[in-house]
């Protein structure tokens, strides 16, 4: 019986890898899977909205952290590459009629083009530099969306079908759960065995020193560009989904805020870790709105101070970011493993 | 201690079953968001006509339950936002900005809950793309063309128009391609198109361009900030062109801003300001404002569209006659015709080919910092 592994026992680099480590964890991970697939029938749509808009986060965080956890590089552009991948999407289903299933991996596809695209200044530019260089990304791709009128509708946008999968149209949140949940599990699957191919190690190689990694042989141009590239077709999954959602595609949903929100997602998650990228998106969508529902209830109660009690929300949202910055600097993963490693040894811990 | 168990138990009983029967209605509103500014007294000319209704006899007997979210102005929050009122059971909806209505439009018309809309896009009003959305008030498009109408018929020697702008959905609403067909179709000549941010401090570079153009007008698709800016530089530069605000522009606001330069400056405006107490609509809020509030001495014109806006919602449900259905509301929206918004708004009329609700206004202008309408109401047709 081994429930827990107690200690290190690997022995071999194989081992080390495995993403099932035990069994037991085995059977939770699916436990876990199969409770996710079952939580629809017992949630109502508020409840089933905000675990669609985690998903839907957690998807592009995931491939933000691949580039910025696993690759070192800054992007500030993640929220408009969502926008490409809505507005690919988009296109592809209203003038060509393309079904959402394939859809979705295009405007994946399509975005990692323009990633790939703004990323080619990573080769010479690092750090702060990198991440104006990919806010100018971000400027010039909600310009184009605007002023591409032809392809995005300009202002006013696109509003696409429902998605429709043989004949179910996808049209409320229950539904789209199913829908969301499952590349949610599929793009996390691929990213976290990714991390474990030498694609991956190239990544952290680069990231942990980009010297010896081309000395190593890895050419940083062709890994960079593919970091990108990878991490652009998540924003643009992400991004797709969200526009099948909604299914109005408006330059207002993928701006600069989006960006940033993202960036917060992987540092408050733990940068470089897949587990990192799930909770950080989960917190970032939940905590707004707790806030909100906190907000709601206390403006019932003093309408006269909504105002105020909105600012306070604001406020409140910078603060926890704030003391997770300065209290868990390396994300809610961390504290996660503490937590893990306590129960490890419970009730014995010497 | 079991007793006052069962006494409280009782008595949430009795209040749940007694709030069973409100009529609920979800209001998004921005109070802390950048639309902030005008969206708080918007959202408390919407409390007050929902405390007026309710203090008198609420709908056909059933008071009225707000369920009031203050969004920020970010899309998501007022997708969460939608979640809960479909949650509450909302009859109706009173929403904000262009952004997200435009993303509630699908979900809205799936679940036929009628939507009236504080952005005056005239996108939001096609019955066949939008069809439970609702409007009070004049669209931007409208405005556009009754300026230009105006220009045609009664403008001096010089006919050429400018748009300045923000380059937002907001911002180009109007212009593009409402205002350019209706211009060209009016035989005048679109000489010029500046764009001015909405939190500009400087417009100068763009007035240089615009002075070249000589335009005879030049419209105005901002808020008060960036319209401020504009009249203040432009005084500065010494230039002749004749300004003209549309209504997100206009109010007393600017004078405040601006002062001197806000001399002359002309705005399109479908409501009746706060100082027109000739009008029954008007005399009306100042009696009921001495009422709720009696430290208030003024109020935007902001708070008179918010009014405004519920009243022609409120009525709507209370003409539904119990059946609070989709449908039927929306039914109840499309045969309104002529209904008197107390001369708040020339008179509101919906149909089944246009939920535009309001057709005309008057065009004002600001004399000595004092807001006057100069012509009687136009309208776009």
């Known amino acids: ?350 | 201690m079991k007793k006052l168990f069962m006494v409280v138990l009782t008595l949430a009983l009795l209040v749940s079953g007694a709030y069973a029967k409100n009529i609920k209605i979800g209001v998004l509103v921005d109070e802390s968001g950048p639309t902030g500014d005008v969206g708080k007294p918007y959202g408390e000319g919407i409390r007050d006509c929902v405390q007026w209704f309710n203090d008198n006899g609420g709908i056909n007997g059933n008071e009225i339950e707000l369920i009031y979210v203050d969004y920020g102005y970010k899309i998501p929050a007022a997708l969460s936002a939608y979640k809960k009122f479909k949650r509450e059971r909302v009859v109706a909806i009173h929403g904000w900005g262009t952004g997200d209505t435009e993303n509630l439009i699908k979900m809205v018309t799936r679940d036929k809950i009628p939507y009236f809309s504080a952005s005056y896009s005239d996108h939001l009003t096609h019955p066949d793309k939008a069809p439970y959305n609702f409007l009070v008030g004049v669209t931007y498009g409208d405005q556009v063309k009754i300026g230009l109408k105006y220009i045609k018929e009664q403008g001096g020697d010089n006919k050429d128009v400018s748009f300045i702008y923000n380059d937002t959905g907001f911002g180009r609403a109007p212009f593009f391609p409402i205002g350019e067909d209706y211009a060209k179709e009016l035989g005048l000549k679109v000489v010029d198109k500046q764009v001015v941010d909405l939190k500009a401090l400087d417009a100068t570079s763009q007035l240089l361009n615009l002075s070249k153009a000589n335009p005879g007008y030049a419209f105005i698709q901002e808020t008060y900030m960036a319209a401020s800016t504009i009249l203040k530089d432009a005084k500065k530069l010494g230039i002749e062109t004749q300004f003209i605000g549309l209504n997100w522009t206009f109010g007393q606001k600017l004078v405040e801003l601006v002062g001197e330069a806000s001399n002359g400056f002309m705005g399109t405006n479908a409501f009746t300001l706060w100082h027109q107490t000739d009008v029954k609509g008007i005399k009306f809020l100042h009696e009921l404002n001495k009422k709720y509030h009696p430290d208030v001495t003024y109020r935007k014109v902001n708070y008179i569209q918010g009014f405004t806006s519920m009243y022609v919602l409120l009525h709507g449900i209370k003409k539904a006659g119990g059946d609070y259905d989709g449908d039927n509301l929306k039914s109840v929206y499309e045969n309104m015709s002529n209904f008197d918004t107390m001369g708040l708004t020339s008179p509101v009329s919906f149909s089944k080919e246009s939920h535009k609700g309001v057709h005309s206004l008057k065009l004002y202008r600001i004399e000595n910092g004092e807001l006057n309408p100069f012509t009687d109401y136009i309208t776009a047709e």
């Open chain 1, 1 to 350: 019986m081994n429930y827990v592994n107690c200690g290190n026992f690997k022995t071999s680099y194989t081992k080390d890898a495995e993403v099932y480590q035990t069994k037991f964890s085995k059977a939770l991970i699916w436990g876990f899977v199969i409770a996710l697939f079952g939580l629809p029938f017992l949630l109502g749509p508020y409840l089933l909205y905000v675990m669609n808009l985690i998903f839907i986060a957690v998807i592009g965080a995931v491939g933000l952290n691949i580039l910025t956890g696993y690759t070192g590089l800054i992007s500030l552009g993640q929220g408009a590459f969502m926008g490409v991948g809505a507005y690919a999407a988009g296109y592809f289903s209203l003038r060509w009629g393309i079904p959402f299933y394939l859809a979705i991996p295009m405007a994946g596809l399509t975005t990692a083009v323009f990633g790939a695209f703004f990323g080619i200044p990573s080769l010479r530019l690092k750090g702060l530099y990198l991440s104006i260089a990919t806010l100018a990304a971000q400027f010039i791709i909600e310009f184009l969306f605007i002023r591409l009128e032809p392809i995005t509708g300009g202002v006013t946008g696109l509003s696409i079908d429902y998605a429709n999968f043989f004949g179910i149209e996808i049209y409320d949140d229950f539904r789209f759960y199913f829908l969301s949940l499952t590349i949610c599990i599929l793009m996390t699957l691929a990213g976290m065995n990714m991390m474990r191919t030498k694609l991956g190690r190239a990544f952290l190689s680069i990231r942990d020193n980009y010297i010896a990694a081309e000395a190593m042989g890895i050419s940083l141009f062709r890994y960079k560009l593919l970091s990108f590239a990878v991490s652009s077709f998540y924003a643009g999954v992400a991004g797709s989904l969200w526009a099948y959602y909604t299914t109005i595609i408006t330059p207002e949903n993928f701006t600069i805020s989006v960006s940033i929100q993202y960036l917060s997602m992987i540092i408050i998650g733990g940068l470089g870790s897949i587990q990192g990228a799930i909770f950080g998106a989960a917190f970032i969508v939940v905590l707004p709105e707790f806030l909100q529902s906190i907000s709601d209830w206390a403006g019932s109660y003093y309408p006269a101070m909504t105002q105020i009690i909105g600012s306070i929300k604001e406020g409140v949202f910078g603060l926890v970011i704030i003391l997770f910055l300065v209290f868990e600097p390396e994300g809610l993963v961390r504290r996660w493993r503490l937590i893990k490693a306590y129960w490890k040894l419970w009730p014995f811990s010497y």
